[in-house]
T-cell receptor, first 112, second 113 residues
């Protein structure tokens, strides 16, 4: 089975930095993905980690520690348009169907 | 540049009716999945497929059937709709060379009355 936990809601101020944490327990781990989803829209891909460490993509960075079952998404220089739900998802190996399993999402509100 | 196409975008069904949600992708992806999204529940996996002719159950498969006769298409069938199946449904595809990102369709908002 698998268990993925992330905070339900977070609030941050425009221009600030926010860190969204994700912890997971799963077998056959093969990568961790972060998606952004605006209300009424489909999820869009942000970042992924396969190996331990930090991956940086512009204002967004994602970190993974496989031994701790822990990841975070870091958003810098927050903008109002960053208000959205952020979904953490764990990928499983092919012989377990290559499934992508999602956490419940973190609703981020960016205030002026 | 179609990507993943879902139809319909909106649907209202009466309890007990059946219907098929369509999903097609033009990226030659091996993996395809169906998710449902309810408020505060994130995306929950209904069924998935690793290739034509191969399907398996996800976390919440009851009340749904799937088939995968071609690489491109992965329809989701509701056999006898129930109000508990009111949800937003997303189809996704990804390449087998894992790990790769999943591409999502625009979603189908289904209401069962």
């Amino acid at each position: 089975g698998q268990n993925i936990d992330q905070p339900t809601e977070m609030t941050a101020t425009e221009g600030a930095i926010v860190q969204i944490n994700c912890t997971y327990q799963t077998s056959g781990f093969n990568g961790l993905f972060w998606y952004q989803q605006h209300a009424g829209e489909a999820p869009t891909f942000l970042s992924y980690n396969v190996l331990d460490g930090l991956e940086e993509k512009g204002r967004f960075s994602s970190f993974l520690s496989r031994s701790k079952g822990y990841s975070y998404l870091l958003l810098k220089e927050l903008q109002m348009k960053d208000s959205a739900s952020y979904l953490c998802a764990v990928s499983r190996v092919y012989n377990q169907g290559g499934k992508l399993i999602f956490g419940q999402g973190t609703e981020l509100s960016v205030k002026p | 540049n179609a990507g993943v196409t879902q139809t319909p975008k909106f649907q209202v069904l009466k309890t007990g009716q059946s219907m098929t949600l369509q999903c097609a992708q033009d990226m030659n992806h091996e993996y395809m999945s169906w998710y449902r999204q309810d408020p505060g529940m994130g995306l929950r996996l209904i069924h998935y497929s690793v290739g034509a002719g191969i399907t398996d159950q996800g976390e919440v498969p009851n009340g749904y059937n799937v088939s995968r006769s071609t690489t491109e298409d992965f329809p989701l069938r509701l056999l006898s709709a129930a109000p508990s199946q009111t949800s937003v449904y997303f189809c996704a595809s990804r390449a087998r060379q894992v790990p790769t990102e999943a591409f999502f369709g625009q979603g189908t908002r289904l209401t069962v009355v």
